[in-house]
């Protein structure tokens, strides 16, 4: 892997459906950033489930000690967005994982965020599902800027569906990166390790970063 420093990233990792990848997304990301030994948050926003809090935590002592995990549940006396803007305080990099059915929490976690990677399968019904994520992201992008990225996640080797995903996102008018992500071994076996290569996910950060100096 890398082993290089990345300028300062706070990336949200959103999408309002389930089982898309996202915490798949916060987690490799979190740790491609953390390759160079640079500090990250990872702030795991999901009510529902804590799966990027469990995956550290079955990590063990293979878990970096730069990347710091912190949970977020609602009702606690500090918002989503305020715990994510003292992790970003203190820390080089943030990334947020959010869970699929936080509306609110991910448009309040988009007040801090800068990126927007938004996973999303590559099938007809999914892209149709992307109205309300979208809808979040609009509404952030009036008060700051947030880039969004569309990430096709979990593609079949010869899927038909790939292409046609890609050119409906597109025609949409949505910037979806060039770097997808396989259907993977590597990626399901993934959660409660820390691989020495996180594969597709590095060339994903590099493109991420690479459009910030487009904007
Ligand atoms: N590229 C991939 N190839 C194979 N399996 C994957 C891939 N990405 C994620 N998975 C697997 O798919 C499942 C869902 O992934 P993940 O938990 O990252 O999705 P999610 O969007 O965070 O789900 P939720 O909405 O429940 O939070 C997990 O079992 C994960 O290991
Ligand atoms: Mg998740």
């Known amino acids: 892997m890398s082993t290089q420093s990345y300028p300062p990233q706070r990336i949200v990792v959103g999408y309002l459906k389930g089982g898309t990848g996202k915490t ?37 002592d293979e878990w970096p000690a730069t990347v710091t995990v912190e949970r977020w549940r609602d009702g606690s006396a500090e918002s989503a967005a305020a715990a994510a803007a003292r992790l970003a305080r203190s820390h080089r990099h943030l990334v947020v994982d959010t869970g699929p059915g936080g509306r609110a929490i991910l448009a309040d976690v988009l007040t801090v965020g800068r990126d927007l990677i938004c996973p999303v399968l590559a099938s007809p019904a999914e892209v149709m599902s992307l109205r309300p994520t979208l809808e ?60 020495d290569d996180v594969g597709e996910y590095a060339d994903v950060l590099t493109e991420v970063i690479a459009r910030e100096g487009q904007a």
């Open 24 to 60: 798949t997304t916060a987690v490799l990301i979190a740790l491609a950033l953390a390759a160079g030994g640079d500090s990250v948050a990872l702030l795991d926003t999901d009510q529902a489930n804590e799966t990027a809090t469990l995956w550290a935590h079955v990590a063990g």
């Open 136 to 195: 979040v992201a609009a509404h952030a992008a009036q008060a700051h800027d947030v880039r969004l990225h569309v990430l096709l996640t979990k593609i079949r080797a010869r899927s038909v569906h790939r292409r046609e995903a890609r050119e409906h996102l597109e025609d949409m008018g949505l910037p979806v990166l060039v770097s997808e992500v396989a259907l993977l071994d590597r990626y399901q076996d993934a959660p409660g390790t820390v691989p």
